[in-house]
């Protein structure tokens, strides 16, 4: 895979390409800079190792005419999703600068983030208090997900190194919707498509299912099942593999004890997203965070970026924060009748 990246030094347009960050079935990502201003971005350059090739002038081409029509599939796919995340910006997601078109194929600029993956910025909470941070950490990035779900564009690959633990302690989430651009290529026949992480990812992507919010749901499940247990689950392709010869479900039943009706809802959480069979697992993330992410809304997390001015409420009549409009405004009109009777009688008395 790495003969396939790009070389150092390479231009891209307004970007200098600086050293490769990852790769992926669908997706090389560089680090680069902003030849004229100097920011640091990273680059995501679409690049589906099943379906293409690099040429000599480092253009990317179909490795064959059968190809040819799924790629085009994969693109459109990808410039669809690209555009989403650029036209509704969230702070859990990478800010994304530009979406170019150059060598046959497309390039997601956005920012290059740091901090820490999920799974180790846990290890230095106190376990009294993980189940919390898992489910603030966890309740935050599903806000952007819910705004993406809405448009029918889902993550596919969401585990512990997907999601970083900024310095400021605000999560991210990376990698969006890299294996959701196989299912068009799975529509074609291309069922061998797929990107699945080894217990994070639901049976679906191992065998071409339908892909939706629940395949996400499995995944944050997998995902809250790690950082209480400090386990990976057990791979849904080994789960298959026994409950398919009609054996028991494999899977460990999380050895976590709930310290409140907060954390037992979330634990109930993840013994539903993580079930086997798509249908039985709740459909979307307003199903799956019922109850502990009610919670979570309320209580924001440390460093999250703070409301707009005039987002607060103002501070007024402390009747009117207190009690109904309807019974405030009689009480206070009560108030002041009594306090004019109580001058006029000490006046009367004073004579």
């Known amino acids: 895979m790495a003969d396939d990246a790009l070389p150092l030094g390479f231009e891209l347009g307004d970007y200098r390409i600086d050293g490769i960050l990852g790769q992926g079935g669908f997706a090389i990502v ?47 796919d990808f410039d669809r999703e690209a555009a989403l995340l650029f036209r509704f910006p969230h702070p859990y997601l990478p800010r994304i600068h530009a979406v170019l ?17 999920l799974d180790e910025w846990i290890l230095a909470v106190p376990v009294r208090l993980r189940a919390e941070r898992a489910m603030d950490m966890l309740g935050a990035v599903c806000e952007p997900l ?18 970083l633990v900024r310095d400021d302690g605000t999560p991210v989430l990376l990698d969006f919707g890299l294996a959701g651009y196989s299912d068009g290529a799975r529509a074609l026949g291309r069922q061998n498509l797929h990107f699945a992480s080894d217990g994070y990812s639901p049976v679906e992507l191992y065998t071409g299912g339908a892909t939706g919010p629940w395949t996400d749901v499995y995944a944050l499940a997998a995902t809250a099942y790690r950082l209480l247990d400090g386990h990976v689950p057990v791979s849904a392709k080994h789960r298959a593999r026994s409950i398919y010869q009609g054996g028991p479900d494999p899977i460990a039943r999380l050895s976590y004890s709930p310290r409140n009706a907060r954390q037992r809802q979330f634990l109930e959480a993840i013994a539903a997203g993580l079930r086997f069979d798509a249908a039985h697992r709740p459909q979307s993330l307003a199903d799956w965070g019922r109850g502990w992410r009610q919670a979570a809304v309320l209580a924001p997390l440390p460093g999250r970026p703070k409301a707009k001015p005039g987002a607060r409420p103002r501070p007024g009549n402390p009747l009117r924060t207190l009690l109904p409009a309807r019974i405030a405004a009689p009480l206070a009109l009560a108030f002041l009748l009594l306090l004019v009777l109580a001058v006029c009688l000490a006046a009367l008395f004073a004579r």
């Open 30 to 76: 560089y680090r680069a800079t902003h030849t004229e201003r100097g920011y640091r971005v990273a680059v995501k350059e679409l690049f589906p190792h099943d379906v293409v090739r690099r040429r000599p002038d480092l253009g990317v081409a179909p490795v064959d005419a059968e190809n040819e029509r799924v790629f085009d599939v994969i693109r459109r």
């Open 101 to 117: 078109g150059a060598h046959d194929t497309f390039y997601l600029v956005m920012d290059f983030e740091t901090g820490q993956p």
């Open 146 to 163: 819910e705004r993406l779900h809405r448009n029918d564009v889902f993550h596919n690959d969401i585990k512990p190194d997907n999601i």
